[in-house]
């Protein structure tokens, strides 16, 4: 059975943004106070057409030596696009409980041609900077190029 983390992340890369006037008040990016990430579209999560998925559990075999034991872990996995349509790739962990972010992990892509997209970076006011709020981070390419994408995850903090 998956856990918590993997569902939670399945239905967030599967998420579609809201657009009515109430959706993003201030004109905040995602996520926001308003709608988080969007609202759950199933229809547009699981496989089906020219959609695809793949998991990483760091929870359960074989993925989990790619669990994250101490602070300034670096993880990269690679992905090959080959197929037009969006992508995208969610991080998604359980946290232990506390006031704000106990762990903290960071989500960077590198798209073909070196430039490199991180986790949440529509955040309004958030610009180039990494989100140490949400232990949920996501990067969505709308029409990526053809191409090897290498998917980079980073333990910031592991209190």
């Known amino acids: 059975m998956p856990d918590a983390a993997l569902v939670k992340a399945t239905i967030v890369a599967g998420a579609r943004p809201l657009t009515g006037t109430d959706a993003t008040l ?70 232990r409980p506390g006031r704000s972010v106990q762990q903290d992990l960071g989500l960077f892509v590198e798209v073909p041609g070196g430039t490199k997209r991180i986790g949440n970076e529509s955040r309004a006011h958030r610009a180039f900077q990494t989100d140490i709020v949400n232990t949920v981070e996501v990067v969505r390419i709308e029409e990526p190029v ?14």
């Open 26 to 95: 201030g004109g905040l990016g995602l996520p926001n106070p308003d709608q988080g990430f969007g609202r759950a579209d199933l229809a547009g999560t699981l496989p089906g057409d020219n959609r695809h998925l793949a998991f990483i559990d760091t929870l359960r075999a074989p993925h989990a030596l790619y669990a994250f034991d101490r602070t300034g872990v670096r993880r990269r996995f690679e992905l090959n696009v080959n197929r037009p349509g969006p992508l995208t790739v969610a991080l998604v962990w359980t946290d």
């Open 146 to 159: 053809p191409g090897p994408y290498l998917v980079n995850v980073i333990s910031r903090s592991l209190a």
